[in-house]
């Protein structure tokens, strides 16, 4: 047996798509405001991409960039600007900050109706508490790859290896959202691979190439890669060995080229969501 590959490529490129064809619509043009601090190599190309394709939805895309030895004051100063600035739907500040700045204070600082990262308290609690907001763009893409794949979570045992609160836990609370049993499993959970063999859905996010291998996986699951990770001889992999477990798991996503591309289109259908919820505007088909 060897596993359905669900391509996210298409799939962000049908949902970017959408979102464009939903801009063209709309009396306004919906802003995106894109805050990198320093010259991280990684945050530039992400940050140059976000801005390509929200050029090509229709949204005006901004991005500040900062020097590395920006105060967290004069940052929060840049984000209380855009919290007032009209013309902004969408702000997003790049992580990872550098030293000396507290991530956390940066992201409350956010105004929660321009919070399309989905990361501020207030948008974390309407989330866990089952309630529509802006919800994080890496999890929120997960589903979308769950839904065009045909895989339904309801009533499914679902599996997320990684607690953090950009994918783990917000993962976990889509996943219950959609009315399957979750488990959320880490560094610490005794018998990993056991929890993963019970699992008809498992997402990965540990930030460790290829951990989960092949007999982790029960025969048919499906199998999210939501990780990143360059090796020594500079090839791309994920946090499952792919060529091994697509030969037991029902479908799965590759790296690159899966989970991936779903999160700046997410980002873009966040942006239109926050654009349209701040002017009243009736969502489509209303």
């Not at 321009?114 to 994080?136: C, Q, S, Y």
């Not at 790859?145 to 976990?172: D, E, Q, T, Y």
């Not at 799965?252 to 997410?266: F, K, N, R, Y």
């Amino acid at each position: 047996m060897s596993a359905t590959i669900i391509d996210g490529k298409a799939v962000a490129a049908a949902l970017r798509a959408t979102v464009a064809a939903r801009v063209a619509t709309l009396d306004f043009q919906p802003g995106l405001a894109v805050v990198l601090v320093g010259d991280d190599p990684a945050s530039t190309v992400y940050v140059r991409n976000k801005d390509r394709a929200a050029a090509a939805a229709g949204i005006a895309a901004r991005t500040i960039r900062l020097p590395a030895d920006t105060t967290q004051a004069a940052l929060l100063a840049q984000v209380g600007a855009l919290n007032a600035d009209d013309t902004v739907d969408g702000i997003l500040v790049q992580l990872p900050l550098p030293p000396g700045i507290d991530p956390r204070a940066v992201i409350e600082a956010i105004d929660p109706a321009k919070d399309v990262d989905g990361f501020h308290p207030i948008n974390v609690g309407r989330l866990a508490d089952g309630l529509p907001t802006l919800a994080p763009c890496t999890p929120t893409g997960v589903m979308r790859l769950l839904a065009a794949a045909g895989i339904s979570p309801r009533g499914a045992r679902a599996l997320v290896i990684g607690r953090s609160s950009i994918v783990g836990k917000p993962m976990a609370a889509l996943l219950l959202a959609a009315d399957a049993t979750v488990t959320i499993a880490h560094s610490r959970t005794r018998d990993l691979p056991g929890e993963c063999r019970r699992a008809e859905i498992v997402i990965a996010a540990t930030g460790r190439p290829e951990m989960v291998r092949a007999d982790w996986i029960a025969p048919g699951a499906t199998v999210i890669d939501v990780g990143i990770n360059r090796l020594a001889d500079g090839r791309l992999a994920g946090d499952v060995a792919f060529e091994e477990c697509r030969a037991v798991a029902g479908a799965i996503t590759p790296v690159p080229g899966g989970v991936g591309p779903m999160t700046i289109a997410c980002l873009l259908e966040n942006t239109l969501t926050a654009a349209i919820a701040r002017r009243g505007v009736p969502p489509a088909g209303d």
